[in-house]
């Protein structure tokens, strides 16, 4: 596979490293994860290689590698611990697949406590949940008992005991759908992001936008973010200088015909890039991306 028909660089070379995890086990919604990450990848050639927001083409001057796709649930960390991202050069974005393979990725990414950005319809904070204790209903548990804090956003279904431990849980600051159709509730949630410190981790589940903008997900909820928000959100993250990002994945994307869904994601994985790229000043650095290698007519 490869992001927007480019060459694939060495992991080496690579500054951006796309990892296709098409896990897909313990679904008990709608089925199809498991084609997300070749469906956001293909539809990403209908994008354009500039940059909008961030205003630069991050391909000139980035270079792309796609991984070989991991399928095995045990097998998520290990792969991720061969990448070797030990440094903060190179960015990791993991491509699901459910939502199970966030714990696996952060154990391998995660050394010390750490803040997730948890974009979710669901709590997704169930012990277990149908017999599965790695399940897409208990990434969150997971990832508190990792020992990291969590900034929940976009909740909108929670079991009963979910909602007791978020009012109870010091390590938990929640931001509900509801709330944020405030303006004032996203302005702190701004606030809050601009003001995080040390490691970050970033985890978007596809269902936290609303299902008229993303109709296709494994557990559509109503109501939702918005893409501005979302942008508001990553821009803010992405510009705080007090905080490294050690890696982000996108997940729970169900390809379909409209192709609307997928296209959605497509272009939150180029700015997530874009504004990576942006705040490690590529942008001011040599000329000599993975668009480079091609030549165009
Ligand atoms: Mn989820």
Redesign the pocket.
Known sequence: MQYQSLPNATLQEADIIILPIPYEKTVSGKLGTAGGPKAILEIGDDLEFYEEDAKWSPTKYMKIRVENPVSEYNAITNVIDTLDITDYKKLLISLGG??SITPQITASVLDKRATILFL???A?MRESYQGFSYS??T?THHLLEQGHKIILVGVRSLFESEARRIEEDQNITFFSDRILQRPQAQAELLQQIKELEGDVYL?I?M?VFNPASVPSVG?PQPGGIDWFLALDILETLFRNKNIEIKGTDI??LIPESSHVSQIFAAKLLQKIISFWGKSKGFDKGKMNGSQMQVEYQ
Do not use: K, N
């Open positions: 459910e939502h979710d319809a669901h997704d897409h209903a990434p985890s589940d269902d557990t997940v729970e």
